[in-house]
């Protein structure tokens, strides 16, 4: 069992450029979640999708962010454009539906 | 909205000790659940408890549950340098499907 697998693990970039955030769920599982997790914030339910289809996307905190789920085995989330306020690390997990959720490492991203 | 709040933020202990977190929340669950989250890594499931559960074990682990008082207790017994972590309890609202919303989570350091 490879877990989910989120890339990159770090993103740096400048204030106004796309950032795309990668996750690819564990196979089987038929609820993928994408969250945001800072120190003032916690951690916050950005959207998920269940059989990729989008459930609940009201914790997206603006029309700057969006997240698909083309098929099964893959999402995205992208940020446009990126603010300093996005720093954040944006984690991605899976499951079955109402079973626990199986987290990646992360992604760090850091807007200049 | 936070729906889990842990008590204390941060909890020291020598090695052997017990160590107890807390956990409130404030709409009706199904069931609630528990994670740890090493520094630099995702959250890692650790037990969950249904709602119509009172206690439940798992190793060193013991989890009660008070839907009466709408609270929950880790009980970490004879801890361990490697139980330095977050954690975080978890719950899914009724009204809420799927998705979990978490706590800010408990800062424990284990010294040894």
């Known amino acids: 069992d490879a877990g989910v697998i989120q890339s990159p693990r770090h993103e740096v970039t400048e204030m106004g450029q796309e950032v795309t955030l990668r996750c690819k769920p564990i196979?089987?599982?038929?609820?993928l979640f994408w969250y945001r997790q800072t120190m003032m914030r916690g951690l916050e339910l950005l959207i998920y999708?269940?059989?990729?289809?989008?459930?609940?996307d009201s914790g997206m905190p603006e029309d700057r962010f969006s997240a698909k789920m083309p098929n099964a085995s893959f999402s995205t989330l992208k940020i446009q454009p990126s603010e300093p306020r996005d720093s954040a690390v944006y984690f991605c997990a899976s499951g079955y539906s109402n079973q626990p959720q199986h987290f990646g490492d992360g992604t760090r991203l850091s807007i200049l | 909205s936070q729906q889990g709040e842990e008590d204390p933020q941060a909890l020291s202990i020598q090695e052997g000790e017990n160590a107890t977190m807390n956990c409130s929340y404030k709409?009706?669950?199904?069931?609630l659940q528990w994670y740890r989250q090493n520094s630099g890594r995702g959250l890692v499931h650790l037990i969950l408890i249904r709602s119509n559960e009172r206690e439940k074990h798992s190793g060193r682990l013991r989890v009660t549950l008070d839907t009466s008082k709408k609270s929950s207790s880790l009980l970490i017994t004879a801890s361990r340098a490697a139980d330095t972590a977050s954690y975080f309890c978890?719950?899914?609202?009724?009204?809420?499907?799927?998705?979990?919303?978490f706590g800010k989570g408990t800062t424990l350091s284990v010294s040894s």
């Open positions: 196979s089987g599982h038929n609820s």
């Open positions: 978890a719950t899914d609202a009724v009204q809420a499907g799927t998705a979990l919303i």
């Open positions: 999708f269940n059989n990729n289809v989008p459930i609940d």
């Open positions: 709409t009706s669950i199904n069931n």
